[in-house]
C-alpha cells in the first residue's frame, strides 16, 4: 500500500482535489505548510502530467515508511547542499568561469570522464591565491533552501550524516563544522606558498569514490543498503545513490531522475523529511 505525497511552493486544493480523485484516495492530509499526504493512492498515468503543470512534487511512498527506520542520509554537496558549483566559482576569480563551467557541465551530464575533467578543470587554477577559497565560501557559498531543517531534521532522529563530494574539502570541511555534518569525504587542492599549483593531492574522489565512502561507513555503524537515504543531483552521484535504500533525485539531471526512488524539483531540500511519516 502507498500514499502519495504532494508538496511544492503552493498547493491549489483544486489540484489536491484532482490527484486524490484520479488516484481514489481515502483522505488527504496535511503534514508540513506546503505539503500534503493522500492515503492509499493508486498509481495513475495522468499524475505526473497534472504535477508538472501545477508546479509540484509528487513521490508515491509505503505505508508506514518512518524516518526512523534509517541510520545514514547521505548527500551531495555542490547544487545538492549548497546552491553553488565551487569550482566555478574559484574560476571566476581567474576569469574563466564560463569555461570551467563548460567542462563541469559536460562531467554532471556523463559525457566526461570525471577524474580526466576535474584535473583538466583543477590544472586551469594554477596560480590562484589560496584565500579566492575563503573569499567563496565567505562571499558566495549559499545553502540550498531547507537545507538546515533537513540537517536538524535528520539530527532529531539520530541519523547520522556523510557529505560527499568531487569538489574540495576546504568547502567540506567547514560545512561539517558549520553544520554539525558527522562525515565528509572530498578532494584536496595543493597548496605551495599561498597558490594553487593546479594539482590535487592523493587519490580522486569521483563518482565511485563517493560510493565506496558510503560503503565504508555504512559498514562502520553496522547498517544495510536498506537504512541509508542518498541525495543527489548529478550523474557522479549514481553509484553512491545506488547504495542507498532510499535515492532522492534533487533538481537533478535526467539521467539521475530515471535512476532514483523519487524526485524533488520544486520544494527544498527539507522536503526530503515529508517522504517519511
Known amino acids: 500500500m ?94 574563466i568561469k564560463a569555461e570551467v563551467a563548460a567542462i563541469t557541465a559536460a562531467a554532471m551530464r556523463g559525457e566526461l570522464d570525471y577524474a580526466q575533467s576535474l584535473r583538466r578543470r583543477v590544472q586551469l587554477l594554477a596560480g590562484l591565491d589560496e584565500d579566492a577559497l575563503e ?42 563544522a558549520r553544520l554539525a555534518i558527522d562525515f565528509t569525504c572530498a578532494n584536496r587542492l595543493e597548496v605551495v606558498g599561498g597558490k594553487l599549483t593546479g594539482r590535487l593531492l592523493g587519490e580522486i574522489v569521483d563518482a565511485h569514490g563517493k560510493a565506496a565512502e558510503l560503503v565504508r561507513i555504512r559498514a562502520s555503524l553496522g547498517l544495510t543498503r536498506s537504512q541509508v537515504i542518498g541525495i543527489g543531483d548529478g550523474a557522479n552521484d549514481l553509484p553512491f545513490l545506488q547504495e542507498s535504500g532510499v535515492s532522492i533525485a534533487f533538481r537533478a539531471k535526467p539521467a539521475v531522475r530515471q535512476a532514483t526512488t523519487h524526485c524533488l524539483d520544486y520544494v527544498g531540500l527539507d522536503g526530503v523529511l515529508n517522504l517519511f511519516e
Open 135 to 176: 573569499r567563496v565560501y565567505r562571499d558566495r557559498l549559499q545553502l540550498t533552501p531547507g537545507a538546515e531543517r533537513l540537517l536538524k531534521g535528520l539530527r532529531a532522529q539520530r541519523i547520522r550524516t556523510l557529505l560527499v563530494s568531487g569538489g574540495f574539502d576546504f568547502f567540506t570541511e567547514r560545512l561539517k
Open 2 to 95: 502507498s500514499n502519495l505525497v504532494i508538496q511544492g511552493a503552493e498547493v491549489a486544493t483544486a489540484d489536491l482535489k484532482a490527484l486524490a480523485k484520479l488516484t481514489d484516495g481515502k483522505r488527504i492530509e496535511r503534514i508540513g505548510p506546503n505539503a500534503f499526504r493522500i492515503d492509499e493512492a493508486q498509481p495513475h498515468g495522468d499524475v505526473t502530467a497534472l504535477c508538472a503543470r501545477a508546479q509540484l512534487d509528487h513521490a508515491y511512498v509505503p505505508t508506514g515508511r518512518r524516518l526512523t527506520d534509517f541510520g545514514l542520509a547521505v548527500m551531495d554537496m555542490d547544487s545538492t547542499l549548497i546552491s553553488i558549483e565551487c569550482i566555478d566559482e574559484i574560476a571566476d576569480m581567474q576569469g
